[in-house]
């Protein structure tokens, strides 16, 4: 049984964050040969945009994030750490367990592209 760690950006608890700059938490699931398991919710506190360190920290453990947005800086800190950064621009908004279900799903439409809303 092969076991992925996922991560969901949220700034509302509900919904996928538009940048992962902007997350109040990280909605973390352990996903089992395709099916969701546990659930566990990383909450941040008030660092600056900007503060990679705390991304990675706090991503410990997850191969993978989800978010709608990222900066260059804050994805290669990810990528040095093994979590994949996987820019979804259109599920910005979009329920926690939607945007996990189109990735287990192999649909999740993800972006090479880096954009940093903060003018970092």
């Known amino acids: 049984m092969e076991t992925t760690r996922i991560a969901i950006a949220t700034a ?16 973390v699931v ?4 395709g099916v969701p398991g546990a659930r566990t919710t990383r909450a941040r506190g008030t660092e600056a945009c900007g ?19 990222i900066g260059e800086g804050a994805a290669v800190a990810l990528a040095a ?15 926690i367990d ?11 439409a993800t972006s090479d592209e880096r954009v940093c809303l903060c003018s970092h």
């Open 12 to 27: 509302d608890g509900v919904s996928v964050c538009d940048h992962l700059a902007r997350a109040a938490a990280f909605v």
């Open 98 to 108: 939607e945007a996990l279900q189109s990735w287990i799903e192999g649909r999740l």
């Open 30 to 33: 352990e996903v089992n040969s």
């Open 81 to 95: 750490h093994g979590i994949r950064a996987l820019v979804a621009p259109a599920v910005a908004g979009t329920g």
């Open 51 to 69: 503060n990679h360190a705390t991304f990675v920290e706090m991503l410990s453990g997850c191969d993978a994030v989800i978010c709608g947005g």
